[in-house]
Each structure stands twice: as structure tokens, then as C-alpha cells.
């Protein structure tokens, strides 16, 4: 079974950075994909990136693409989070996701979650 592990959450002030860290295990083969969502308080869930196996490409979402970089591990297994220049609008808890066989593609609703990790950004 699919398992995920996110970490790197915390409180820091507006402008700084933080880094996630999402680790995943237990695919069955070597076709799935691990993203990063968010949601904060009263709004919907927004997807953030996405690193595809095999291949290892990443995608990010435009609105932040400036200012949130998404790296991956070698083997596929670690998908991180570097988020710079925070903002209080950042705040929400982080999902780190997984699904199978997507063949290529970045889906929206992913069928593994991890427990979320909180980011909150003080202004």
C-alpha cells in the first residue's frame, strides 16, 4: 500500500522560506505520480506540483512557480517543497498525494493523501 510522509511544516515570519518534504513508498510499480496540495481556511484544495515516474519531470502550478521550487530524489521517492518568499496568503495545510498508473499525467485528485502539515506565515 501506498504510504506517504510529509514533513517541514511550521510558523515563519512573511518573506522567509520553508522546505517539505514528502516520502513515499509502497508502489506497486514504477508508473505513479506525487504531488504537493494545499488548502487554506475556506478555500478550495490547490494543486502545486507534481513529479512524474518514470522520468522523474516535474510540473508546478503557475501561481507559484516564481516562488516554489519542487525537486525530487533521484529514485522518485522524496518530492520536496522549497518555498521562498512566503506570504501570509500561504498559510494552509500541505498535503503531500500519490497515485498509480497515470500513465504520464498529473492528476487532481490523487488516491493516496498524507497527513497534512501545517505552514503558517505571520505577517
Known amino acids: 500500500e501506498v504510504q506517504l510522509q510529509a514533513s517541514g511544516g511550521g510558523l515563519v515570519q512573511a518573506g522567509g522560506s520553508l522546505r517539505l518534504s514528502c516520502e513515499a513508498s509502497?508502489?506497486?510499480?514504477?508508473?505513479?505520480?506525487i504531488g504537493w496540495f494545499r488548502q487554506a481556511p475556506g478555500k478550495p484544495r490547490e494543486g502545486l506540483s507534481c513529479v512524474i515516474s518514470p522520468g522523474g519531470a516535474i510540473y508546478s502550478s503557475p501561481s507559484v512557480k516564481d516562488r516554489f521550487t519542487s525537486t525530487s530524489d533521484n529514485a522518485i521517492s522524496t518530492l520536496y517543497l522549497q518555498m521562498s518568499s512566503l506570504k501570509p496568503e500561504d498559510t494552509a495545510v500541505y498535503y503531500c498525494?500519490?497515485?498509480?498508473?497515470?500513465?504520464?499525467?498529473?492528476?487532481?485528485?490523487?488516491?493516496?493523501w498524507g497527513r497534512g502539515t501545517l505552514v503558517t506565515v505571520s505577517s
Open positions: 509502497g508502489f506497486s510499480s514504477d508508473d505513479y505520480a
Open positions: 498525494a500519490a497515485e498509480e498508473f497515470v500513465r504520464g499525467v498529473c492528476g487532481i485528485d490523487p488516491e493516496y
